[in-house]
């Protein structure tokens, strides 16, 4: 089967807007530390205005968005399905998606662009609060079978679960996948998530999903397991794959009943975001690009080594051709 596409990606667009703040911020602000919070659009325009005097850079975001995003730096090709607007940062997330290469099928509508303010502390930790705007209405008829066809995966961010609309579009890409014999690889996105819909999950993970990614604390809380192997085994008992991160420890694969463990690479951590999003793209990238899962993870576990160490969940300073290649030369 030929394909157009590696992965189809499906995720909520937003903009992210990244600042480094000091924790005395933070703390005036009133916001928990390293995890993401909802919020309303004048919450978040009343937090960016107090960031006036901060270094800002924006970037076309959200979870998936992030990984296809890595998939196409790395050479690989992609597609991605997302709700903006016509606005001003509907414009500019479409135009540095297309800029990358990335196709986009899902026309722009009236309305506001969600966006995600990025506040990251001295400890690298990164407070998210997220408007979620039009991605929020992402549904099914935004889904393309014409598209995913031309797939070798469909790639779901599990934020999509987080609402009735973008839940059923994530179910409709699933069901769309399966029915034309495209692989389906999944993302948990949060342990808030599996504790919304463990039942769903599970059933996910048991019937369609093909890949598997979670890191240590999501893959505890679906399994009820401590240690990282017998969690991923695990799962591995009803995903075909599994890709669990360990943070600085790197992360461990189950493919064909085998565990492979994947070393981390040693960096100094300024800012995690979109540290899982980028492993994904490696993962992603070389198994669609005939690395074997080795290759792939040891790909996976430098991109994610290199997006911690800068500012922002696209990589400034993306692979070379060259880089790829000696990094999985020497991998068995």
Same mark, same amino acid.
């Given at each position: 089967?030929?394909?157009?596409?590696?992965?189809?990606?499906?995720?909520?667009?937003?903009?992210?807007?990244?600042?480094?703040?000091?924790?005395?911020?933070?703390?005036?602000?009133?916001?928990?530390?390293?995890?993401?919070?909802?919020?309303?659009?004048?919450?978040?325009?009343?937090?960016?205005?107090?960031?006036?005097?901060?270094?800002?850079?924006?970037?076309?975001?959200? =979870? $998936?968005?992030?990984?296809?995003?890595?998939?196409?730096?790395?050479?690989?090709?992609?597609?991605?399905?997302?709700?903006?607007?016509?606005?001003?940062?509907?414009?500019?997330?479409?135009?540095?998606?297309?800029?990358?290469?990335?196709?986009?099928?899902?026309?722009?509508?009236?309305?506001?662009?969600?966006?995600?303010?990025?506040?990251?502390?001295?400890?690298?930790?990164?407070?998210?609060?997220?408007?979620?705007?039009?991605?929020?209405?992402?549904?099914?008829?935004?889904?393309?079978?014409?598209?995913?066809? #031309?797939?070798?995966?469909?790639?779901?961010?599990?934020?999509?679960?987080?609402?009735? @609309? @973008? #839940? $059923?579009?994530? *179910? #409709?890409?699933?069901?769309?996948?399966?029915?034309?014999?495209? #692989?389906?690889?999944?993302?948990?996105?949060? /342990?808030?998530?599996?504790?919304?819909?463990?039942?769903?999950?599970?059933?996910?993970?048991?019937? /369609?999903?093909?890949?598997?990614?979670?890191?240590?604390?999501?893959?505890? =809380?679906?399994?009820?397991?401590?240690? /990282?192997?017998?969690?991923?085994?695990?799962?591995?008992?009803?995903?075909?794959?599994?890709?669990? @991160?360990?943070?600085?420890?790197? =992360?461990?694969?189950?493919?064909?009943?085998?565990?492979? /463990?994947?070393?981390?690479? =040693?960096?100094?951590?300024?800012?995690?975001?979109?540290?899982?999003? *980028?492993?994904?793209?490696?993962?992603?990238?070389?198994?669609?690009?005939?690395?074997?899962?080795?290759? $792939?993870?040891?790909?996976?576990?430098?991109?994610?080594?290199?997006?911690? $160490?800068?500012?922002?969940?696209?990589?400034?300073?993306?692979?070379?051709?060259?880089?790829?290649?000696?990094?999985?030369?020497?991998?068995?």
């Amino acid at each position: 089967m030929s394909t157009d596409y590696d992965v189809y990606g499906v995720g909520n667009s937003l903009v992210d807007i990244q600042a480094r703040i000091e924790d005395s911020v933070l703390e005036t602000l009133q916001f928990p530390k390293g995890i993401m919070t909802l919020v309303d659009e004048p919450t978040q325009t009343r937090v960016l205005q107090t960031l006036h005097t901060a270094k800002i850079s924006r970037c076309a975001g959200g =979870s $998936a968005a992030n990984t296809i995003a890595g998939l196409v730096d790395f050479g690989g090709k992609g597609a991605y399905a997302g709700k903006t607007g016509l606005d001003e940062l509907g414009e500019f997330w479409m135009k540095d998606m297309r800029n990358l290469g990335v196709t986009i099928e899902v026309p722009q509508v009236a309305g506001q662009t969600g966006a995600c303010v990025v506040l990251i502390t001295a400890d690298a930790q990164r407070t998210m609060l997220t408007h979620l705007g039009l991605s929020a209405t992402l549904g099914p008829a935004d889904i393309s079978e014409t598209e995913i066809r #031309k797939a070798k995966y469909v790639y779901i961010e599990g934020y999509l679960f987080a609402g009735d @609309t @973008t #839940k $059923a579009a994530a *179910m #409709k890409a699933i069901e769309l996948a399966k029915r034309n014999g495209v #692989k389906v690889a999944f993302t948990v996105s949060d /342990p808030f998530l599996i504790n919304m819909h463990r039942d769903l999950f599970w059933e996910l993970i048991t019937g /369609p999903v093909d890949l598997l990614f979670c890191n240590l604390e999501e893959a505890r =809380s679906l399994t009820g397991q401590t240690d /990282p192997i017998d969690c991923a085994q695990k799962i591995h008992q009803q995903a075909a794959d599994v890709a669990l @991160t360990l943070g600085a420890d790197g =992360s461990v694969l189950m493919h064909g009943g085998q565990a492979i /463990p994947i070393e981390g690479v =040693s960096t100094k951590a300024i800012d995690t975001t979109g540290a899982g999003d *980028m492993y994904a793209a490696g993962i992603l990238y070389g198994i669609t690009n005939g690395l074997t899962w080795k290759q $792939a993870g040891h790909l996976a576990s430098h991109a994610a080594s290199r997006v911690v $160490a800068q500012l922002g969940a696209r990589l400034a300073r993306p692979f070379t051709p060259v880089e790829v290649v000696q990094i999985v030369q020497n991998v068995d």
